[in-house]
Structure formats: C-alpha cells, structure tokens
C-alpha cells in the first residue's frame, strides 16, 4: 500500500470515528499526534462490529457480518496480506506496529453477538459484564498503542464506567427503535412499563432505574481513578465524570432536555 493510500485510510477512519463516535475520538485527540492514526483505526474497526446490530435485517446475517472481521483478522495475525478494506488495512498496521494480541479482538467481536440477540440482560451484574466486554478490551488495545503499561484493572473499571454511562445516555434513542438495554431486575422493581417507555411517556420509576445504574458507573469509575491513568485515558475518565454530573443535574429523568445535552465545554474538561 502506497503512502497516499496509507494516509487516505487513515483518514478515512478519523471521520468516521469523529462523525459516529465522537466522544472517542476527543479521546484519542489526548494521544500523541504519532499514536492518534492507529487509534482512529481501532476505533474505526470498532465501529464497524458495533453497528451490527442496526443494519442487518436477520440475526444470521449480523452473525455472518461479524464472522467476515474475525477471518479477516486471522491472516493478519499470522503475518499475511489483509484484505483490501478501508478500515482493515489501516487497522492491519497498527496490530503490526504495535504488536496488538488478538484476544482483545475476538472479545469484542464477540460481546457484539449478544447484540444481535435483543435480549436485555436479566441483571445490573449482566448490564455490567456487557459493558466491561464491549468496552474493557478496547482500553486494553489502546493501552497498548499509547505505550502505557497494561493495567487489567483500570481498564476492566474504566470500561464498564464507560460503557454504563452510554447506556443510559442512549435510553431515549434506543426506546424510539423498540429496544431497550435495561436489566430486567430493574425494570420490575421499578415497575418500568416497556410499551410506555418504547412510545416515549414518562414514568416514575425510570429516574430511579437510572439513578441506580449511574452510582455503579460511578463507583467503577472511583475504583478506575485509584489507578495512574495516563493519557488518552485520563481523558476518557474525565468525559464519564462530566456526563455523570449532567445525568445528575437532570435528575437523572431522560426526558429532560438537559439529560442527553453534551456540555459544550466538554473538550476543555478533559484536560
């Protein structure tokens, strides 16, 4: 691959992970300008299995989806040619430059399965579990590409505190697709009526669902922070802690038009 197609596919990925993920990649804007390429790549890569979900029409397609980026993996873990792809290619480099272990990977190619399942889990201890699974390994990689040391349990903490938190920020937006990612344990001590919250009423008990998830997200988060977190995740903490604040300020209610709002001095708070 020539330099401009390089640079190209690395481009490529920048805007994708600025238009759809935008939170990481004011993430990965802490890195070092060396390191920002190959993260954009990760991010990228985990945008394609993550979106699964949404633009298959059958489960056995979605599987067969995810499938197509696990084989297209193994060559280049064992020192072959990727495939031509946008994403993979730059993706590709970066497992190569910065020695990358495949088991990361397969973990979040994986935790994106259950998503083709719609089956919320029966548990917050569940809800926790899929958070750290989509969310963990991808800390770990980065890790790696920034020259941190590995350490399992800031990730393992920062990912579900992560993870959790985008959960509840996404409630409205997954209610309006008829899907919810709520623990069903939850949902009953609350006495949440899912046909209200999918046809967008208020209900009494979803402030306190979501008042209990947050204290977990909040705890985990606590446990991330008695952790050396160097860049680009000492940013990634200080964006969960500023969304944490505005849950709260909006009295954890996600009809509130405060609730889903991204503070517009958010960069700045993540220095």
Known sequence: MSNLDGKKNYEYCRSLV????????LISLFASKEKQPALWSLYAFNYEIAKTREIVTETQLGLIRLQWW???LDPVFSGGEPKSHQVLKPLAEAIFKYKLPK???????????????????????GLVNYC?????????????????????????????????TGQMRAILAYAR?????????????????????????EQDGLPKLIKTVSAE????????????LDQPLKAQAKLVKAYL??????????????FERRPATLPLRLF
């Open 18 to 25: 600025k238009n759809y993920d935008y939170d990481r990649y």
């Open 70 to 72: 696990r084989e297209a």
């Open 103 to 125: 088991d990361p990977f397969e973990t979040l190619i994986y935790a994106r399965e259950f998503d083709l399942e719609d089956v919320a889990p029966d548990s917050l201890e």
């Open 132 to 164: 750290e699974f989509t969310n963990s390994p991808l800390i770990l990689l980065a890790m790696k590409i920034c020259g941190i040391d590995e350490n399992l349990g800031a990730a393992k903490h920062l990912g579900i505190a992560y993870g959790l």
């Open 177 to 201: 697709e008829g899907r919810a990612m709520l623990p069903a344990d939850l949902i009953y001590d609350h006495e949440i009526d899912m046909k209200k919250l999918f046809q967008g009423m």
């Open 217 to 228: 997200a909040e705890r985990n988060l606590e446990l991330a922070l008695t952790e050396k």
């Open 245 to 258: 604040k505005t849950i709260r300020k909006a009295d954890y209610n996600p009809f509130s038009i405060k």
